[in-house]
């Protein structure tokens, strides 16, 4: 296999752009390199380019998805930025009394545990009240592996003790060293293939909606519609948790800071 070449990245800088609106950095060559290195060996093929005109050819629609998740993929981990999952039990507990369904969205999943994060919280909080979380991402193999519910016991080391003994399973045998999420709370969470950077399917209204920690792969008009589109399905006074490192300054004003991160959609 030969090396990549800087034209041959900046066409895969270009393909993931179009694909998923993300903006790819120059250091990402070796990133490039080991994620799709395998891949070209699996067809044989000598060159980056001759794998690009491969995905480029419209005669494999498989591989451009498989292309998709490998340099989309994104390393998560049970309640990541726990001030968020707090401010959430807080919303659920003064939504408990009230008959409508509390939803919550997950709209960069990854592998499942932000969203299994979210339903311990609303299993924790909601009593009789129905809830629903929704988990979305643009990698299927990503979304297949959320469905399994099945983590290594250290991407659950974050998870409260009390939840992990009431929501979690410890393998045993072959699955020693990981843990199952309880087949109740997986039945309250829904997974499906979504790419923010194109029209959203029907998704119906959510009360708080959880996009962290992926717009710093997208430049500014990229965030501004995949904001917009999102910021669309938030009920009225409704809320929108970003990254800690992120912002919507100068990206829009249909939401206001209340907290941190913590953005609310206006009544």
Request: net charge positive; hydrophobic share 40%; glycine share 6%.
């Amino acid at each position: 296999m030969n090396p990549i070449t800087d034209a041959e990245f900046a066409q895969f800088q270009r393909f993931i752009f179009e694909a998923a609106g993300i903006s790819m950095a120059d250091a990402k060559k070796a990133l490039v390199t080991g994620r799709l290195g395998k891949r070209l060996a699996a067809h044989e093929l000598e060159s980056f380019g001759d794998y690009f005109k491969l995905l480029n050819s419209g005669h494999h629609p498989d591989e451009v998805q498989m292309a998709v998740d490998l340099l989309t993929t994104n390393e998560t981990y049970f309640f990541r930025e726990i001030k968020h999952f707090e401010f959430l039990r807080t919303q659920a507990l003064a939504a408990r009394s009230r008959p409508q369904p509390f939803r919550v969205w997950s709209a960069a999943s990854s592998s499942g545990e932000e969203a299994y994060s979210m339903a311990m919280v609303m299993a924790d909080c909601m009593q009789t009240t129905p809830w629903e979380i929704v988990g979305t991402d643009i990698s299927t193999k990503v979304i297949d592996g959320a469905r399994r519910a099945l983590y290594s016991l250290e991407r659950g080391r974050h998870i409260p003790p009390d939840y992990l003994k009431r929501f979690c399973r410890k393998g045993a045998g072959q699955y020693d060293g990981h843990l199952l999420v309880d087949k109740t709370l997986r039945s309250k969470v829904s997974f499906r293939q979504v790419n923010l950077n194109a029209a959203l399917p029907e998704l119906g209204q959510f009360d708080v909606v959880f996009l962290r920690n992926v717009m710093i792969y997208f430049n500014n008009e990229t965030k501004r519609q995949v904001v917009a589109r999102v910021i669309a399905t938030i009920k009225p006074g409704g809320y929108f948790c970003v990254g800690h490192s992120e912002s919507l300054n100068d990206i829009t004003n249909a939401v206001q800071m209340v907290a941190p991160a913590i953005y609310k959609k206006g009544a």
